[in-house]
């Protein structure tokens, strides 16, 4: 007599059982690695970006604003026309990093000025900076919203009067 070798249906139904876990697993594991590595990428795009303004600030000796837009989703880098004139501005670039479902807040103001001595004043909504205003401490915060509407994956980022940061995982 001959023996049969091979799986019965019920092996093979749990082997299948336990693939599709797995599957699963991985699924949930990757939209998660994916969404946490986007917002990473995101806040050490605008760090860079803050860092450079700073460099542009020093090397000319003038102030350099970042200034954020309404919808939330791009900002843009001027520099100050002449050092006596802090209303007229330079587009220097416009960064719009953020991928769908990204955005950011930048509290209840929206513009920000670095000098060259790396200290942050705000800039009111006529484009205008204060140079004799005290120094400002600013709080920008990034998110990523999942698809049902609900955020995720926030940072916060907050840059001290003296051009200090500080990035906070919530």
């Given at each position: 007599?001959?023996?049969?070798?091979g799986?019965?249906?019920?092996e093979l139904?749990i082997?299948?059982l336990?693939?599709g876990?797995?599957?699963v697993?991985?699924?949930?594991?990757?939209?998660?690695?994916?969404?946490?590595?986007?917002?990473?990428?995101?806040?050490?795009?605008?760090?860079?970006?803050f860092?450079?303004a700073k460099?542009?600030?020093?090397?000319?000796n003038?102030?350099?604003?970042i200034?954020?837009?309404?919808?939330?989703?791009?900002y843009?880098?001027?520099k100050?026309?002449?050092i006596?004139d802090?209303?007229?501005?330079?587009?220097?670039?416009?960064?719009t990093p953020?991928?769908?479902?990204?955005?950011?807040?930048a509290?209840?103001?929206?513009?920000f000025?670095?000098?060259?001595?790396?200290?942050?004043r705000l800039?009111?909504?006529g484009?205008?900076?204060?140079?004799?205003?005290?120094?400002?401490?600013?709080?920008?915060?990034?998110?990523?919203?999942?698809r049902?509407g609900?955020?995720?994956y926030?940072?916060?980022i907050?840059?001290?009067?003296?051009g200090g940061?500080?990035?906070?995982?919530?």
């Amino acid at each position: 007599m001959k023996k049969n070798s091979g799986f019965t249906v019920v092996e093979l139904l749990i082997v299948l059982l336990l693939l599709g876990v797995l599957v699963v697993l991985t699924l949930r594991v990757g939209e998660s690695v994916t969404a946490n590595s986007r917002i990473t990428g995101l806040i050490n795009n605008f760090l860079a970006d803050f860092s450079q303004a700073k460099l542009l600030a020093s090397s000319e000796n003038r102030y350099v604003a970042i200034t954020f837009s309404n919808d939330g989703r791009s900002y843009s880098l001027q520099k100050q026309n002449d050092i006596t004139d802090f209303t007229t501005w330079t587009q220097v670039k416009t960064v719009t990093p953020l991928s769908e479902g990204a955005f950011f807040t930048a509290g209840a103001f929206s513009d920000f000025a670095v000098n060259s001595t790396g200290v942050v004043r705000l800039v009111d909504s006529g484009g205008t900076v204060y140079p004799g205003s005290n120094p400002a401490n600013v709080t920008l915060v990034f998110y990523i919203r999942k698809r049902d509407g609900s955020i995720a994956y926030r940072r916060t980022i907050q840059i001290f009067p003296y051009g200090g940061l500080k990035v906070e995982k919530h």
